[in-house]
């Protein structure tokens, strides 16, 4: 994929049909393993023409320190609005996208809260912990 080129339009150009929210998927995809070539699946394999796409992550741990892909799809998926599902899947995990509308959905369920919006009621429950400091490391 070139700079500057969309997921989607990549998938396109392999003959996949994407739809709006496959579209949305595959960016967040695209972003997440840092392009295609880390992908864990083959992209023909995934259904990017639903209203939600899932493949299965076989790259063993998600973390949130080391490694902090666990960190990282956390993040992305409120600053992208999309709603993320991981469940087993033999020895690998299933993870599956839902984009969700910034506002609302389907409902009348409020819409899809922002990172800040999340920390800050986490924050109203749990107060932060000091930084670690030289003398404390």
């Known amino acids: ?5 969309h997921a989607a339009e990549y998938l396109r150009r392999q003959g996949l049909t994407v739809s709006e929210h496959g ?17 864990p699946q083959q992209v023909e ?5 639903n209203r939600f796409v899932e493949w299965v992550h076989r790259y ?7 490694s902090p892909d666990l960190t990282t ?3 992305m998926a409120h600053d992208l609005c999309i709603r993320v599902e991981i469940e087993p899947a033999m020895r690998y995990l299933r993870i599956r996208l839902h984009p969700r509308d910034l ?7 409020a819409g899809h809260p922002t990172m800040e919006t999340v920390l800050a009621r986490w ?3 749990n ?7 030289k003398e404390t490391r």
Do not use: N, Q
């Open 1 to 5: 994929m070139s700079e500057g080129e």
């Open 23 to 39: 579209a949305r998927c595959a960016e967040f995809v695209h972003w997440f393993y840092r392009g295609w070539h880390h992908f």
């Open 45 to 49: 394999r995934v259904k990017w023409d």
């Open 60 to 66: 063993g741990d998600l973390c949130t320190f080391d």
């Open 73 to 75: 799809l956390v993040l």
């Open 103 to 109: 506002d609302a959905i389907a409902g009348g369920w």
């Open 123 to 125: 924050r109203e429950r």
């Open 127 to 133: 107060p932060a912990r000091p930084e670690p400091t």
